[in-house]
């Protein structure tokens, strides 16, 4: 086999092609696009334009205060959907017809993931003080398209772990265990690219240090296989870990070449290194963790797996 090459050198558009011609894809492809839309945009607007039919819940915590707006995080955190769908193209790129079978089974997951988070947002909307800044287009963006209201659990943090660990699992599927072995670059890639991502709604002041762990939570109870409990707290450790290429310097030829692609601001490598106090993120990381234990222990005994984030919401 030839060396793989950079999930972020795939194109996103491919993927998006290959969907929506692919007859055994296309089905699928178009009933997750609605239900991305009916689930994340058409619930926030009717919410938005009609007050009061769902409560709202603030969910901003002290510990925000720590962490500051670095508004060059935006590119970054705007990936996390070419994140997921420049992973398929890597695929079908690199498997082609073989590809087809496992592409379909992470779009009708996808379309299953926004369909679980919904089952919290419907009872109860959540949000934070983010600040209005439009200085920059890509903020006037989000500020145009997200009413801002759906911040626990964060669908953010949930679809780039299930990218991430789906990723793996996708190319166990397709028959060769070899596959983990050749491909683990390519596996540590997505892993610290859905890190920067989480990283980034912070920094952009999109989410809040408690939308992180709720996240975390629901998607032990989506699939606790790919994301067990042991896996989210290492994610939460590794939450403010530099990425750099491994084994090499600052100026790697991978980041060098990463800085000639037209993708390079959405590469892990490339994100801002903004630096926190140790003392500030160790509290950070403890506050994430807790309360991620806290929602793992009360949601063992509940009837539905939302019940441990309604209760923190205010809503039972």
Request: hydrophobic share 45%.
């Amino acid at each position: 086999m030839k060396s793989a090459a950079s999930v972020y050198d795939a194109s996103p558009v491919y993927a998006l092609y290959k969907t929506l011609t692919v007859p055994s894809l296309r089905p699928a492809t178009l009933h997750c696009i609605t239900s991305i839309f009916y689930n994340f945009f058409f619930r926030q607007y009717r919410a938005a334009w009609l007050p009061g039919r769902v409560p709202v819940t603030g969910v901003d915590h002290p510990l925000d205060k720590k962490i500051p707006f670095v508004p060059s995080w935006v590119t970054i955190y705007l990936d996390f959907v070419t994140f997921w769908v420049r992973m398929l193209s890597f695929i079908l790129l690199t498997f082609g017809r073989r590809a087809f079978g496992p592409v379909k089974e992470f779009i009708v997951s996808m379309d299953r993931l926004y369909a679980f988070a919904a089952e919290c947002y419907s009872k109860n909307f959540s949000t934070t003080d983010r600040p209005f800044y439009i200085a920059r287009p890509r903020f006037f963006l989000i500020h145009l398209v997200d009413p801002h209201l759906m911040c626990v659990p964060s669908l953010h943090v949930m679809v780039v772990i299930h990218t991430y660990t789906r990723f793996a699992a996708m190319l166990r599927s397709m028959g060769a265990a070899e596959h983990t072995e050749y491909f683990s670059s390519q596996i540590e890639e997505m892993k610290q690219g859905a890190l920067a991502i989480a990283r980034a709604i912070l920094f952009v002041k999109q989410h809040s240090v408690n939308c992180i762990p709720a996240a975390l939570y629901a998607m032990t109870r989506f699939n606790a296989e790919l994301f067990p409990p042991e896996e989210a707290e290492i994610f939460a450790d590794m939450l403010f870990t530099d990425f750099s290429p491994p084994g090499s310097p600052t100026e790697s030829p991978t980041l060098l070449q990463s800085k000639r692609s037209a993708n390079y601001n959405v590469r892990p490598c490339a994100a801002p290194k903004t630096r926190l106090p140790a003392a500030d993120i160790a509290e950070i990381k403890n506050h994430i963790v807790n309360l991620f234990r806290r929602f793992l222990a009360e949601g063992k005994n509940a009837k539905n797996w939302e019940e441990p984030l309604l209760r923190f919401l205010g809503k039972i």
